[in-house]
């Protein structure tokens, strides 16, 4: 079973500053079912990134994601105030069937 | 547009059993697999259940197999999870999700809570 690894648990940002967040999978997994969520409190979670690196419909340019293998990397360029939330990073994976989520990184305003 | 409202919550004792609901319009909710995903309180994320398009194909996250039971009736664009022998862990907003490209969870509904406590 792949377990994701967030990390900082923690992000203590000033809005304007670059936020760079980090998923490590316990083994190798298939960049095409990494996926990115964002949720603020009281919300349902909302789609960021799917494929690793392939922004959803809507989301503005300032998210991105990277990484291969073991690493993935979500980056928010420039801090928003709406940017203050926790995100998770997701896997899909086929042996067993089913998705895993990381624990979550909470970005707050410094 | 897409929408996907849940139904069904509320609490529950300890060992009892519970229906949830989800409503699906504005997509060929047919041709969609789909899945329940939860939260416990102030905790992160974690998948249930997904079905296949025709309701063969059902998987279970290992905590909840044997408990509930995933299904889906495409000509009334619904989703539901019938869950039994409820345990206090099982406590939890749960949201019906919608998978889409590359496995992603690209909509979601509001969530409705659970919560089994005597």
Redesign the interface.
């Known amino acids: 079973e792949i377990v994701l690894t967030q990390s900082p648990g923690t992000l203590s940002l000033s809005p304007g500053e670059r936020a760079t967040l980090s998923c490590r999978a316990s083994q190798r997994v298939s960049s095409?079912?990494l996926?990115w969520?964002q949720?603020k409190p009281g919300q349902?979670?909302?789609?960021l990134i799917?494929?690793a690196s392939?922004r959803?419909?809507g989301i503005p340019d300032r998210f991105s994601g990277s990484g291969s293998g073991t690493d993935f990397t979500l980056t928010i360029s420039r801090l928003e105030p709406e940017d203050f939330a926790v995100y998770?990073c997701?896997h899909?994976g086929n042996s067993?069937?089913?998705?895993?989520?990381?624990?979550?990184t909470k970005v707050e305003i410094k | 547009e897409v929408q996907l409202v849940e139904s069904g919550g509320g609490l529950v004792q300890p060992g009892g059993s519970l229906r949830l609901s989800c409503a699906a319009s504005g997509f060929t909710f047919s041709t969609f697999w789909m899945?329940w995903?939860r939260q416990a309180p102030g905790k992160?994320?974690?998948?249930v259940a997904?079905i296949n398009q025709d309701g063969r194909e059902k998987?279970?996250?290992d905590s909840v197999k044997g408990r509930f039971t995933i299904s889906r009736d495409n000509a009334k664009n619904s989703l539901h999870l019938q869950m039994n022998s409820l345990r206090a862990e099982d406590t939890a907003v749960y949201?019906c999700a919608r998978a889409a490209?590359?496995?992603?969870?690209?909509h979601?509904?509001?969530?409705t809570l659970v919560t089994v406590s005597s």
């Not at chain 1, 349902?44 to 789609?47: D, I, N, T, Y």
């Not at chain 1, 067993?96 to 979550?104: E, H, L, S, V, Y």
């Open positions: 095409s079912y996926a969520y949720q349902a979670p909302r789609l799917y494929g392939s959803a419909t998770y997701q899909y067993p069937p089913g998705w895993t989520f990381g624990q979550g | 899945s995903v992160g994320l974690e998948w997904n998987n279970y996250v949201y490209v590359l496995a992603s969870f690209d979601w509904g509001q969530g």
